[in-house]
């Protein structure tokens, strides 16, 4: 069988707390091709930021198999790991996560920073990010002169920079006015279509209804995995 895009195979995750340990993902396999729409939904506590952390290589599973592209992060350093996430995945966050005493473009040209890209060829792309985000006339502005939605699409731009084959977005619209969502959710769908891997975390079932695959977590486990031929879904999306 060819390797998946990415690849979980009996992933747990647990945090030990004054309590005692706390498992926050159990036995968690998915499989995930290049390609795809995914939402993964789930309430407040439910486990699904934890798994888009280890989606990410942000975190790691405390027991299980990760892959991407069938190389087994497990086995990776730290630098490794570094080097994975720049390479493949970009990451847009319900808050932003955008440094306020930069630019739109330097805050978008960060991630090119990191990975050594010479400062003319990174702040070129990082505009040109911009403008095709249609924030061409706000390229200099910092991120308390920008509404959410106009953050939020700076923070997508960052996402691309280092080409973002994979987007993995935490709650999107999570922070955003009803108008901004919905043209953030356009952003992401126009993404997809040009090849964009994307998977989205949310707890809308609105939102989720956006990609053609839906995977349901509930205390830490996969209770549901469902495409768009499922009708369930299909209902969701044609509302």
Same mark, same amino acid.
């Given at each position: 069988?060819?390797?998946?895009?990415?690849?979980?195979?009996?992933?747990?995750?647990?945090?030990?707390?004054?309590?005692?340990?706390?498992?926050?993902?159990?036995?968690?396999?998915?499989?995930?091709?290049?390609?795809?729409?995914?939402?993964?939904?789930?309430?407040?506590?439910?486990?699904?930021?934890?798994?888009?952390?280890?989606?990410?290589?942000?975190?790691?599973?405390?027991?299980?198999?990760?892959?991407?592209?069938?190389?087994?992060?497990?086995?990776?350093?730290?630098?490794?790991?570094?080097?994975?996430?720049?390479?493949?995945?970009?990451?847009?966050?319900?808050?932003?996560?955008?440094?306020?005493?930069?630019?739109?473009?330097?805050?978008?040209?960060?991630?090119?920073?990191?990975?050594?890209?010479?400062?003319?060829?990174?702040?070129? $792309?990082?505009?040109?990010?911009?403008?095709?985000?249609?924030?061409?006339?706000?390229?200099?502005?910092?991120?308390?002169?920008?509404?959410?939605?106009?953050?939020? $699409?700076?923070?997508?731009?960052?996402?691309?920079?280092?080409?973002?084959?994979?987007?993995?977005?935490?709650?999107?619209?999570?922070?955003?006015?009803?108008?901004?969502?919905?043209?953030?959710?356009?952003?992401?769908? $126009?993404?997809?279509?040009?090849?964009?891997?994307?998977?989205?975390?949310?707890?809308?079932?609105?939102?989720?209804?956006?990609?053609?695959?839906?995977?349901?977590?509930?205390?830490?486990?996969?209770?549901?995995? $469902?495409?768009?031929?499922?009708?369930?879904?299909?209902?969701?999306?044609?509302?």
């Amino acid at each position: 069988m060819v390797d998946a895009l990415l690849e979980l195979h009996g992933v747990s995750r647990a945090y030990r707390s004054a309590a005692g340990e706390v498992v926050v993902l159990k036995d968690v396999s998915l499989r995930i091709e290049a390609g795809e729409f995914i939402a993964i939904i789930g309430p407040s506590g439910s486990g699904k930021s934890t798994l888009m952390n280890i989606l990410g290589c942000l975190d790691r599973p405390t027991e299980g198999s990760y892959r991407v592209h069938g190389a087994a992060t497990e086995q990776m350093s730290p630098d490794e790991l570094a080097h994975l996430r720049r390479e493949h995945f970009g990451f847009i966050f319900q808050r932003y996560n955008l440094m306020e005493n930069l630019s739109a473009t330097e805050n978008v040209a960060l991630p090119a920073v990191y990975a050594g890209v010479e400062a003319d060829a990174r702040t070129t $792309r990082a505009r040109l990010l911009l403008e095709t985000l249609g924030l061409g006339e706000r390229t200099t502005n910092r991120p308390s002169q920008l509404s959410g939605g106009q953050q939020q $699409r700076v923070s997508i731009a960052r996402s691309l920079m280092n080409g973002g084959a994979i987007v993995l977005a935490d709650e999107p619209t999570g922070a955003l006015d009803h108008a901004s969502g919905r043209q953030v959710m356009a952003e992401l769908k $126009r993404l997809h279509a040009q090849g964009h891997t994307v998977i989205l975390v949310t707890h809308d079932a609105a939102i989720a209804a956006h990609a053609s695959r839906v995977i349901e977590i509930a205390d830490g486990q996969v209770v549901s995995d $469902r495409g768009m031929d499922d009708p369930a879904v299909a209902r969701s999306a044609a509302v």
